[in-house]
């Protein structure tokens, strides 16, 4: 018999379970350990958890911090196109934001989400004209006047306040006041101009008894400028001259766009540059080998026309495309050729006319695309377009002339000189000019030889590089029309009108209206300017001001603000056709006398708009970051008490002007669009655009100037205003005050002129402001 044991294993034959004790202790082993495991885990994250959300809001604090710096300097980039001159102003961007910190990973919830909102009238900036002493009485009368030039007496300027420094004959400048009316004078004849065997350069307008170019002379033009000669009599004999070739607007270096309204486009990537536009359209450049669509420069537009007397220089073509590089990095690899200059403007004026010599007023061709063993060769540069030339007579005898005014050939694609290395294109042809002939006796007109022809396109450099394309001929008008025999007028002028004293710190300014006449061929522009001072001092440079309209109020111009007791006009006069001048008989302007605000008095700006983001953590609660008037500022409200600091700066800047008295620069930034509140753990972005940008006039003065912000963060404004004004130079509470109102929840900000006056320099852009999920 044999008896085996396994284990402590038992049989029970009454139930038929078998009971085994080793794998029951196993089971408890293991649930035991899994117990010590669990109680550990938990422990850990019990301790854990609360560190790592903390530390994930936190890195989401900084994150979003981040993200408002770069809208800040989103809006920057765009206020910065905004000042640019001449510039499309498309500026714009994309911000996102991220609404929640990262998942806590493992255990634990996600962190809630925040809020994004925009508010465009909120956290409003006012900039006042400060009334000083009694406040005005909003109960008094007001009375109404109007200044009126109608009379001699008046335009003699009799009583002018002159700024010191300035000469009086400066504020009347070739105009004529004699017959109660103020027109453009007649030009001074400067005697005879006899050239004689002789090369000279001339520019400019000039008027002679009798002009005489013979034997061999040649007349250069100045680059750049325009030549007019007016005489009683103008010979040109066969063997002379007036060269006004590439004497227009400037072509573009290679990879750079012409000067000129009808300028040829640049290129890139070895394609040519475009053609100058003028009497015709320039023509495009051709693709380089291998280049994209549209790396090619086009062609400029035609400008001017053939029946008035308007007078234009040639444009210039557009700089060929380097080997490589597109809009991002034209200037790489082999070099471009540049654009042709495009033709001068030659204007000549007499009753008796006779020309058997030349005028030209040719443009340049656009210069070759540099060769290349590697990579690209350059593109060609655009030919100039052909300039003008201008002749008005009575009796006009051009049987024997030569007049032309062509335009330049485009240069050739850039050749490769053995290597791997992709061709250039050829660079396009320049529009041809204008002539235009004007005379009245048809029985003793002579027609000239001329040219108007266009610039043919640049070859290419070979392989599948394309030539440049032909721009369009010119156009040559000869017209039949009345020759007013008479000594031509300026073709400029201004008149700058005395200091008008309202006689009253609250005056508030209306429209301006004034009787003259102009016709397609003259032009009247009046400009206002107002001041604190008798003698204009801090008021905005005539250069500054802007034209006004007929009948349009004064207050809205950026050099006129109610408050200013001095009042100034200029009228600028334009001719085309020296034989008109446009004509100003009356002027008025129109003002009141009386309170403007009963709070005080007007605002000369003000600003708007606040994008907010508000989080929702646990362990950062009440975090909040703000974008207000250029700033960036971080909050944090602590038991009802407001904390924080200002991230970013805006762009305001406190000095000492000349004088000591406080001086301020502001660039304020208006946010539009619509009111959006967004409350999400995902991601939202913030669109802004480019809207519109206004500038002050130069820097003006004012008595005294306060700064109203009705803000929120009102506590980090005041902190932020009194630091910077202490660190700026100014004595407080001689130059400046901060004044905080809890209540309202506002802070002022008031600058003392202390009669030398307080100096302002202000623009304004105006930013649409889009929130999106």
Not at 208 to 224: E, H, K
Not at 301 to 321: A, R
Not at 583 to 589: E, I, M, T
Not at 737 to 753: C, F, I, M, W
């Amino acid at each position: 018999m044999r008896l085996t044991i396994r284990g402590n294993r038992t049989r029970s034959k009454e139930k038929g379970v078998v009971h085994d004790t080793r794998a029951l202790s196993e089971v408890l082993g293991a649930l035991m350990i899994l117990a010590i495991l669990l109680s550990t885990t938990t422990l850990y994250y019990s301790r854990q958890l609360p560190e790592l959300t903390k530390e994930y809001e936190s890195l989401h604090v900084a994150e979003v911090a981040d993200n408002f710096a770069e809208l800040d300097s989103l809006i920057d980039n765009i206020i910065l196109v905004a000042k640019q001159p001449g510039v499309n102003k498309t500026a714009g961007g994309t911000r996102l934001i991220k609404m929640a910190p990262d998942k806590v990973p493992i255990i634990g919830m996600a962190p809630p989400g925040s809020t994004l909102t925009f508010k465009p009238s909120a956290e409003e900036l006012f900039m006042i004209q400060s009334y000083v002493g009694e406040p005005p009485n909003a109960s008094l009368p007001v009375y109404n006047f109007t200044i009126e030039e109608t009379t001699t007496a008046d335009f003699s300027q009799e009583n002018v306040s002159i700024a010191p420094g300035v000469n009086s004959s400066a504020l009347l400048v070739w105009m004529d006041n004699t017959f109660d009316e103020l027109k453009l004078a007649r030009m001074t004849i400067h005697g005879d101009l006899i050239l004689n065997n002789t090369v000279t350069t001339l520019s400019g307008e000039y008027m002679y008894n009798t002009v005489s170019i013979t034997n061999n002379s040649i007349v250069y033009l100045i680059p750049g400028y325009y030549l007019k000669l007016y005489a009683n009599s103008l010979y040109i004999d066969a063997t002379s001259k007036i060269i006004a070739d590439d004497r227009g607007y400037l072509g573009g270096d290679g990879g750079k766009i012409g000067s000129g309204p009808g300028c040829g486009k640049l290129a890139y990537n070895r394609s040519g540059g475009g053609g100058g536009g003028y009497g015709g359209a320039g023509g495009n450049g051709g693709l380089g080998e291998s280049a994209f669509s549209g790396d090619n420069g086009t062609g400029g537009s035609p400008y001017g026309d053939n029946t008035s007397l308007t007078f234009d220089l040639g444009s210039g073509g557009g700089g060929g495309g380097y080997g490589l590089g597109g809009p991002g990095a034209p200037h790489e690899g082999a070099a471009g050729g540049d654009g042709g200059n495009g033709g001068g403007a030659v204007l000549l004026g007499a009753p008796q006319i006779r020309i058997a010599g030349t005028i030209s007023a040719n443009s340049l061709p656009g210069m070759d695309g540099s060769r290349a063993s590697a990579a690209g060769a350059g593109g060609g540069g655009g030919g100039g377009s052909g300039g003008t030339i201008t002749i008005i007579g009575y009796e006009v005898n051009l049987s024997s002339a030569t007049l032309s005014a062509q335009g330049g050939r485009g240069g050739d694609g850039g050749t490769c000189q053995g290597g791997q290395c992709l061709a250039g294109g050829g660079g396009g042809g320049g529009a041809g000019g204008r002539i235009k002939i004007f005379f009245e006796n048809t029985s003793l007109y002579r027609a000239p030889s001329y040219s108007v022809a266009n610039g043919t396109g640049g070859n290419s450099g070979g392989g599948t590089a394309i030539g440049g394309y032909s721009g369009s001929n010119g156009t040559y008008y000869p017209n039949q029309t009345t020759y007013i025999s008479t000594v031509p007028h300026y073709t400029s002028g201004y008149y700058v009108s005395r200091v008008y004293n309202t006689s009253n710190s609250t005056t508030c300014y209306g429209n301006i209206t004034w009787d003259a006449d102009t016709d397609p061929y003259t032009s009247l522009v009046i400009k206002v300017r107002t001041s604190r001072s008798p003698d204009m001092a801090g008021a905005a440079l005539w250069e500054n001001c802007p034209a006004v309209a007929n009948g349009q109020d004064i207050s809205e111009l950026s050099s006129a603000f109610d408050g200013h007791k001095y009042i100034q006009w200029r009228a600028d006069f334009f001719t085309y056709d020296p034989a008109r001048t446009p004509v100003l008989r009356s002027l008025q302007l129109n003002y009141s006398s009386g309170p403007l605000d009963a709070s005080g008095y007007g605002i000369v700006n003000s600003a708007s708009g606040m994008i907010s983001f508000q989080s929702s953590y646990l362990y950062y609660p009440n975090q909040a970051l703000a974008y207000e008037h250029g700033a960036v500022i971080q909050v944090q409200n602590v038991g009802g008490e407001q904390m924080g600091f200002v991230l970013h700066p805006p762009p305001i800047k406190f000095s000492a002007n000349p004088s000591g008295t406080p001086a301020v620069e502001i660039a304020m930034i208006n946010l539009i669009g619509s009111n959006y509140t967004y409350s999400s753990p995902k991601t939202a972005s913030i669109e802004t655009t480019y809207e519109d940008y206004d500038h002050l006039a130069g820097t003006i003065s004012f008595d005294n100037l306060s700064l109203h912000f009705n803000t929120e963060n009102y506590p980090i404004w005041a902190n932020w205003f009194n630091t910077t004004l202490r660190a700026s130079g100014l004595t407080t509470p001689e130059d400046y005050k901060v004044l905080v109102n809890d209540s309202a929840r506002t802070v002022v900000v008031e600058l003392y002129g202390q009669t030398q006056g307080v100096d302002l320099t202000l623009d304004e852009t105006t930013v649409n402001v889009v929130v999106q999920r």
